[in-house]
Structures are given as C-alpha cells and as structure tokens.
C-alpha cells in the first residue's frame, strides 16, 4: 500500500457493467479497445499504480464475466479481483458491488469503468475526505455557464456558475455510510445516477474534491477518439 499508514481497510469498487448505449459498440464498454487495451484495463492500471487494484470488486455482466476475467488475467498476469454480478441499471450493480467486499473493508472508493485517465490527486484526495467527513466525490467547477430547459428546450433559468459542479469518480465513503444510503433509496424506490447523492439526499455531508478535465467519462464515439488522442500525445 502506497498511500499511507492506517488506510490499509481500502477496497476498490469499479462498476463495469454498463453496455455503452451511447458508444453503440454492441457490448460491454468496459471491453472495447483503447489503444490496445480495453478500457477496463487502463482504469484500473491508475488503482493499481497506487496499490489499490488489488482485491478490486469488479461488477461486470453476468454474460460477460469469462472474457472480462480473460482480460484481466492477460493485463495483470493474474486475477486478483472479486467478481460481483452488475444489475440493469448503474445503483444496482453499485449495491451488487457493496455486497461483495470483504467483511473488514472500511473505505470503498466507487470508480466508474469508464474514466480511465483519473489522476493520482483524485484518488488521495477522494480517500483522504471519505475518511475525514464520512463522503466525498470528486468533481470539477463547470466552467461552461449550465442552462435549464424545459421539455421544448426553451431556456427556464441560469444556475449561478460559480456553485456549479460536474460530478466524477471516485466517490468514496466509510462503508456503513453508503450501505445505510443505498439501502434508503431503495426502500424508497429512489434511481439516481450517483452515489454521493443518495448520500447527501439523507441528510449526509458529501465533501467535493478537486477531479480533472482529463478524468472524463468515455461516453460517445467522440469521447473514444479524444480518450486515443490523450493517450497518442502523451497527455498521461
Ligand atoms: N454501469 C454499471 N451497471 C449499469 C450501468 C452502468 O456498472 N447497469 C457502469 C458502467 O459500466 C460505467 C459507469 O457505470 O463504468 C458509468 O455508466 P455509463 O457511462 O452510463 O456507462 P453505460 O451505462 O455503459 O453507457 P450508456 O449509458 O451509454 O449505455
Ligand atoms: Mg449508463
């Protein structure tokens, strides 16, 4: 472990069983191929450069579990990951995932499969709040000016900017935290999109920590060809 003495209790949490809608790849997203590698890879590459890729839940689709672990076992010359079935939607593969860690984990840092240039910073600072506040997630300050639209796509209102915030992983959280969250919003037939939120849609503080432009989420045909870019130019 390379972060620190006290934190060894940190498990990592990657959901990875989204099938890329957006991209239009037909299959996993975690699976296509960046550059060489599929993207599962070069996310978790970022984990493991700091030790945390280890004993990592990976929560896949349950029809894509032997390739994934394939892939895995070739990029990490063994499987040192646990395996947890993914749901139809994001909340539930997350839920999955909390299911399968260990009994003595303290700390779960939950990455989205599909960020794979997360900086080091990100990760410490993500850690390092969940441990001091209970939450927190990374994110960076819009620096586009975000309008509200209603259904016609006519402007409603202008949000000041300057408390504006667009969400990203790691989102970390002292396990019991996020448990009593997702268990809340189930009871409660709740679907968001995030973490943090069903966090802070109880009543808990979620600390904001400083994430990266370079840390966007793979989504579209166009954020792939920007993701081979950034690797082509050497960006990380
Ligand atoms: N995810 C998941 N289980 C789901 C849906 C999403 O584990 N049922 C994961 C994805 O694999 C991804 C992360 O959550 O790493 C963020 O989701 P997103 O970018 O929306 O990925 P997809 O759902 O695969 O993409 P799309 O919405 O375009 O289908
Ligand atoms: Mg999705």
């Known amino acids: ?6 934190v060894e209790h940190v498990q990592l949490l990657i959901p990875a069983a989204g099938m890329g809608q957006r991209l239009g790849a037909g299959r996993p997203k975690a699976l296509i191929d960046l550059a060489g590698q599929p993207l599962l890879v070069w996310t978790l590459s970022r984990f493991d450069a700091l ?12 029809e894509s579990r032997a390739e994934m672990e394939q892939a895995l076992t070739a990029a990490f010359s063994e499987y040192r990951f646990t395996w947890a079935d993914g749901g139809s939607e994001r909340q ?11 009994p003595e984990t303290e700390i ?3 990455h989205d499969a599909a960020r794979p240039f997360v900086p080091e910073s990100a990760i410490r600072g993500s850690i390092e709040a969940a441990m001091e506040f209970g939450a927190a997630t990374v994110a960076i300050p819009s620096t586009d000016t975000i309008l509200v639209g209603d259904d ?3 402007l409603v209102n202008t949000p000041d900017r300057a408390r504006l915030w667009a969400c990203q992983t790691p989102q970390t959280f002292r396990v019991s935290v996020i ?6 919003a189930s009871e409660e037939d709740h679907l968001g999109t995030d973490d943090a939120t069903l966090v802070q849609r109880t009543g808990g503080r979620v600390k904001l920590v ?3 432009p370079l840390n966007f989420k793979v989504t579209t045909r166009e954020d792939l060809a ?7 130019g050497g960006l990380v």
């Open 226 to 232: 920007l993701a081979e870019q950034v690797i082509a």
């Open 210 to 212: 400083q994430g990266s």
């Open 108 to 110: 779960v840092v939950i």
């Open 179 to 184: 448990r009593e969250a997702h268990a809340k």
């Open 51 to 62: 030790g945390l890729a280890d004993g990592a839940v990976i929560v896949g689709p349950p």
């Open 152 to 154: 016609d796509a006519f």
């Open 92 to 102: 539930i593969s997350v839920c999955n995932g909390l299911d399968a860690l260990r």
């Open 1 to 6: 472990m390379t972060l620190g003495s006290g």
